[in-house]
């Protein structure tokens, strides 16, 4: 794994970038949200790529692209946690002094 | 957390740069990676002895083909696949180097290149061979024919370098190590190779054995050829040491009394046993032809050449292969030299004080046995008493003056004699000689010397 995340760091660190980016959005955001029903879906495919990548299952190059494809989302999350967790911080503030 | 999935909710609008982003990095990372991983796999089995090792990756996946050497070496040269990082999966295609039984390996040797042929235990000591063949065999093509193989016996590296030292000295044949067992075939390059190759495998490494050995030499030759237009004898080919050479040279002087000897010979091992028992005799035989030659090859021996009368030509048929050594075999070409035309008295005198101004008759010291070496000079003398068959002779014995002269002068006696009898019994008529003894008497140089001596020693024929 370090291995891959030293492999691909360029790629990891722009994944992290834009999951900040979209997570600093995300919470004065006023447009479509994903339905909860929907994202238990995604979560539920999401899980099986997963698995499959743990597993091993898919062979050569698709399996590589996987792995790599994981990997982005997870930096992604990251930063989209963090993003939202900032923006939160930096809206709220101003109110809870007041 | 509440506010997380509210948030979480509105983040979907990432994901298709994020998408983008992905397919990016796969379109231009998936070859380096692959690039990356096939160089670390190399590196991991640099120290791993395998053949036909094939590295492919596709993607993060290994596919790893090789022939090892052992089953240890096979399992540990996966592990080391397996162990380097970013590797996920090895596609084991490995196997075993197959096992030869028996283990065989052969150099052979044309006239143009050695072949290395049969199985190496390892491409190291498969390398080392072909090496050492270029180093042992120079500018000769080295043809590499080896398989890999396992199951060879214990010291097959020092037992096959040893072998390709001794194709060096074939001229051609083939050299076979079968599980412990060598055998060699084929013909040596010199005299003596035979002889070469017999002490190299001495040394063989321990638990190795010679099988059988049909190495043949070149067949050894000694030639002699006695010219009698440019009056020399010529000694060509091969003896077998300094002393034989010696001896052989100091023989054909005394034996060719009227020719130059040109010594061509060289020494080198290989003769055939009684040698020298049988070119001493077979070199006393061509001193009694007018023109003549001489072959040796290996144990078989050619005399050819013109004898000077009929009896001398039966003589030597019937007398070279008496003393012959064992297993020898003797042919006799002979003919007999056309007679020379009558010549009167006076030339015939001429002719004999000739000859015996260039050689003495020869007797065994003390005694009136007359040396075998002096057949040659005995044959030319009767020739010449066969020109003029009118002519009465007088054969005249002398000596020099040491001891008492009774002595001599019986000594004289016997020598003539002995002469006389020689030509009688060579189909002369006995009433054409007379055999006479002078003792001391009679001296043509002085007794002082021993140079002197030896002149005073002497047969005279002299015509009446």
Redesign the interface.
């Known amino acids: 794994m ?3 995340a030293m ?2 760091w360029g ?1 990891l660190l ?2 992290l970038l ?2 900040f ?3 600093w ?3 004065v ?1 006023r ?1 479509r ?2 339905s909860k029903v929907t ?1 238990r879906w995604l979560a539920l495919l999401v899980a099986a790529l997963l698995a499959a990548a743990l597993a ?1 299952v898919i ?7 996987l ?3 994981l990997m ?2 997870a930096l ?2 990251v930063g ?2 963090i993003g ?2 900032l923006r ?1 911080w930096a809206v709220s503030r101003p109110t809870s002094a007041a | 957390m509440h ?2 999935f ?10 298709i ?2 998408a983008i ?2 397919g990016i ?2 379109w231009s ?2 070859v380096p ?1 692959e690039t ?1 991983l096939a160089a670390r796999s190399t590196t991991a089995l640099k120290d791993t002895v395998l053949d036909k090792t094939q590295i492919t990756v ?4 290994v596919n790893f083909a090789a022939d090892a050497f052992s089953e240890d070496g096979r399992r540990n040269a996966v592990a080391a696949v397996e162990a380097v ?2 590797v ?2 090895v596609n084991d295609e490995t196997r075993l180097v197959p096992e030869a039984k028996p283990f065989v390996w052969s150099a052979e040797r044309d006239v143009v290149r050695v072949t290395l042929g049969g199985s190496a235990p390892l491409p190291a000591s498969k390398s080392k061979l072909v090496e050492a063949a270029h180093a042992a065999l120079g500018n000769v093509e080295v043809a590499d024919q080896m398989n890999l193989s396992r199951g060879a016996p214990p010291r097959f590296d020092a037992a096959a370098l040893l072998l390709i030292e001794q194709i060096a000295k074939l001229k051609d044949g083939k050299i076979t190590i079968s599980d412990n067992k060598v055998s060699l075939s084929g013909m040596a390059r010199e005299l003596g190779g035979r002889e070469a190759i017999a002490t190299g495998l001495k040394n063989l490494p321990e638990g190795f054995s010679v099988a059988a050995d049909d190495i043949k030499a070149p067949p050894y030759v000694f030639q002699a050829y006695k010219d009698p237009v440019a009056v020399t004898l010529t000694l060509t080919g091969y003896v077998p040491d300094d002393k034989v050479h010696a001896a052989l040279v100091a023989s054909a002087g005394r034996k060719f009394f009227n020719e130059k000897v040109v010594d061509n010979l060289k020494a080198s091992v290989g003769a055939a046993g009684g040698f020298a028992a049988a070119v001493g005799p077979a070199l006393g035989a061509l001193s009694r032809l007018s023109t003549g030659t001489l072959v040796v090859s290996d144990r078989e021996l050619k005399l050819s050449g013109d004898a000077f009368y009929d009896a001398a030509a039966v003589q030597i048929r019937a007398g070279l292969g008496k003393d012959f050594p064992q297993g020898w075999q003797f042919k006799a070409d002979i003919s007999v030299k056309p007679a020379a035309a009558p010549v009167d008295a006076t030339v015939c005198q001429q002719l004999f004080s000739d000859l015996l101004g260039r050689g003495n008759i020869r007797f065994l010291p003390g005694q009136a046995a007359i040396d075998p070496d002096s057949a040659g000079l005995l044959d030319r003398l009767i020739e010449t008493a066969l020109r003029c068959p009118s002519a009465n002779i007088e054969i005249a014995g002398h000596t020099d003056a040491d001891g008492e002269d009774g002595f001599n002068q019986a000594l004289s006696e016997k020598r003539a004699q002995a002469v006389m009898d020689y030509l009688v019994k060579a189909g002369l008529p006995a009433d054409r000689f007379t055999a006479v003894g002078y003792g001391s008497t009679q001296p043509i140089a002085s007794n002082e010397t021993d140079e002197g001596k030896a002149h005073n020693r002497r047969i005279e024929f002299v015509v009446r």
């Not at chain 1, 062979?59 to 692209?65: A, K, L």
């Open positions: 370090s291995y891959l492999f691909h790629w722009g994944a834009l999951g980016v979209a997570g959005i995300s919470v955001q447009g949200s994903v994202a091993r062979p050569g190059r698709p399996g590589y692209w792995d790599l494809g982005l989302f992604y999350l989209c946690t939202s967790w939160h | 506010g997380l509210r948030w979480s909710s509105k983040w979907w609008p990432g994901t740069p994020l982003l992905w990095a796969a990372n998936t990676l990356d596709d993607g993060r996946d990082p970013g996920r999966l």
